[in-house]
């Protein structure tokens, strides 16, 4: 396997646990052991945020008194479940400076435990709003902000990093974070066209491989979203003067996409999904040896088990000493042969025991044998019988 096909996450990796890449993502390892054309499942619900004491707040962000932005507005429940609240420190420029998603914004975050230990700071972190370049707390969140807003956030862990927690930054599993964050600066994301092939190659890897964190951190919808929005980029028409090397290496990170989503796609449960993931990577490149693995994986699931072994003995042919391969090969014409062993059995029993048809049939056999030659003999007899009732009438009237 190529160098390229590793986990930048290191440490994160580690922790969950490595097994064979081809049981993973295209490049990067996972535990072990979904429609392309599908939208891109959507984060939860940012809209209508409960606010408390709505008419101060109101107030507060309409007024131009300098002051103003020292006030502490309230808490808002972001998702209405206690579960992610905002509080506004300093005011911003008013509710037309607030991002829209698809925008690409640039904040300055530090992240607290709630016990109040700084785990992590970042001057300039940019991404894209909606996009799930970041974790839910923010990405829900600074939708809510102004431009120049400074604000606190609490979230429950399940926005955060979750029941695994992290390495980097350093967080417990299942912790609950305060974040500081100011919104610095709101763009419009650059039209993907117009991007020289070197950006748009670099930005589509950047959101393979968010997609990759979502995946180890077993968030596969949100893997399924990256993935989707890094597609997207590789397929859009370019504008701009682009090389044959650079539309190889453009096409890679494609192939890459498409076989990170099937898996993805396989650990939702989301066949058809996958199979077709696996179908547009071999389309592209034919001897990929981890699209036909999990085409063959999927194919078994679905109960095509001919065409799995024959799809997995292709793969295992490209490279005959790969393991899983051939453990998984194994185990699939293993349970093969007693599923037709088993279907035999099922026939036998719909048609009756064979050897007593069998039977059956010879004994009508001899009895119809039988029953013939008792007819010859009788049918013999009586043309004798006849024969001599002919020839006395003759002696007879031969002597009158």
Same mark, same amino acid.
């Given at each position: 396997?190529d160098?390229?096909?590793?986990?930048?996450?290191?440490?994160?990796?580690?922790?969950?646990?490595?097994?064979?890449l081809l049981?993973?993502?295209?490049d990067?390892e996972?535990?072990?052991?979904?429609d392309?054309?599908?939208?891109?499942?959507?984060?939860?619900?940012?809209?209508?945020?409960?606010v408390?004491?709505a008419?101060?707040s109101e107030?507060?962000?309409?007024?131009t008194?300098p002051?103003?932005?020292?006030?502490?507005?309230?808490?808002?429940?972001?998702?209405?479940?206690?579960q992610?609240?905002?509080k506004?420190?300093?005011?911003g420029?008013?509710?037309?400076?607030?991002?829209?998603?698809?925008q690409?914004?640039?904040?300055?975050?530090?992240?607290?435990?709630?016990?109040?230990?700084?785990?992590?700071?970042?001057?300039d972190?940019?991404f894209?709003l909606g996009?799930?370049?970041v974790?839910?707390?923010?990405?829900l969140?600074?939708?809510?902000?102004?431009r120049?807003?400074?604000?606190?956030?609490h979230?429950?862990?399940?926005?955060a990093?979750?029941?695994r927690?992290?390495?980097e930054?350093?967080v417990? =599993?299942?912790a609950?974070?305060?974040?500081?964050?100011v919104?610095?600066?709101?763009?419009n994301a650059p039209?993907v066209?117009?991007?020289? =092939?070197?950006?748009?190659?670099?930005?589509?890897?950047?959101?393979?491989?968010r997609? *990759?964190?979502?995946?180890?951190?077993?968030?596969?919808a949100?893997?399924v979203n990256?993935?989707?929005?890094?597609?997207?980029?590789t397929?859009?028409s370019?504008?701009v003067?682009i090389?044959?090397?650079?539309?190889?290496?453009?096409?890679?990170?494609?192939v890459?996409?498409l076989?990170?989503?099937a898996a993805?796609?396989l650990?939702?449960?989301?066949?058809?999904?996958?199979l077709k993931?696996?179908?547009?990577?071999?389309?592209h490149q034919?001897?990929?040896?981890?699209?036909?693995?999990r085409m063959?994986?999927?194919?078994?699931?679905?109960?095509e088990y001919?065409?799995a072994?024959?799809?997995l003995r292709?793969?295992?042919?490209?490279?005959?000493s790969n393991?899983?391969?051939?453990?998984?090969?194994?185990?699939?014409?293993?349970?093969?042969?007693?599923?037709?062993?088993?279907?035999?059995?099922?026939y036998?029993k719909?048609?009756?025991n064979p050897?007593s048809?069998?039977?059956?049939s010879?004994t009508?056999?001899?009895r119809?044998k039988a029953?013939?030659?008792?007819?010859?003999?009788?049918?013999f007899?009586?043309t004798?019988?006849?024969?001599g009732?002919?020839?006395?009438?003759?002696?007879i009237?031969?002597? *009158?």
């Amino acid at each position: 396997m190529d160098t390229s096909d590793t986990y930048d996450n290191a440490p994160s990796a580690k922790k969950s646990g490595r097994t064979s890449l081809l049981d993973s993502g295209e490049d990067f390892e996972v535990l072990d052991e979904e429609d392309i054309d599908d939208e891109p499942p959507p984060l939860e619900d940012a809209g209508g945020g409960k606010v408390k004491n709505a008419d101060e707040s109101e107030k507060k962000h309409s007024d131009t008194d300098p002051d103003a932005g020292s006030q502490v507005d309230e808490w808002m429940d972001v998702l209405g479940n206690d579960q992610l609240k905002k509080k506004t420190l300093e005011a911003g420029d008013g509710r037309d400076s607030r991002p829209q998603k698809g925008q690409n914004v640039k904040i300055h975050l530090k992240t607290y435990l709630m016990d109040g230990r700084l785990v992590e700071e970042q001057a300039d972190l940019c991404f894209t709003l909606g996009d799930g370049d970041v974790t839910q707390a923010l990405d829900l969140s600074v939708m809510l902000m102004e431009r120049g807003e400074k604000a606190l956030i609490h979230c429950d862990a399940k926005y955060a990093y979750g029941a695994r927690g992290s390495l980097e930054p350093e967080v417990p =599993p299942n912790a609950k974070l305060s974040l500081e964050v100011v919104l610095l600066e709101t763009t419009n994301a650059p039209d993907v066209e117009l991007l020289p =092939p070197a950006e748009k190659i670099a930005l589509a890897s950047c959101k393979r491989e968010r997609g *990759n964190v979502h995946y180890q951190r077993g968030d596969y919808a949100f893997a399924v979203n990256s993935y989707s929005i890094a597609l997207q980029i590789t397929e859009s028409s370019s504008k701009v003067d682009i090389s044959p090397e650079e539309e190889n290496e453009l096409l890679d990170v494609k192939v890459k996409c498409l076989n990170n989503m099937a898996a993805s796609q396989l650990k939702l449960d989301h066949y058809d999904a996958a199979l077709k993931s696996c179908v547009a990577a071999l389309s592209h490149q034919p001897d990929n040896i981890k699209a036909l693995f999990r085409m063959g994986k999927v194919l078994a699931l679905q109960g095509e088990y001919t065409e799995a072994i024959q799809t997995l003995r292709k793969a295992l042919k490209l490279e005959p000493s790969n393991k899983t391969i051939h453990a998984e090969l194994s185990k699939l014409v293993k349970k093969h042969s007693e599923q037709r062993g088993a279907e035999q059995a099922m026939y036998k029993k719909m048609l009756g025991n064979p050897s007593s048809v069998s039977s059956g049939s010879n004994t009508q056999k001899h009895r119809a044998k039988a029953s013939w030659g008792l007819s010859w003999k009788w049918l013999f007899g009586a043309t004798a019988v006849a024969i001599g009732g002919v020839a006395l009438s003759v002696v007879i009237a031969a002597r *009158n």
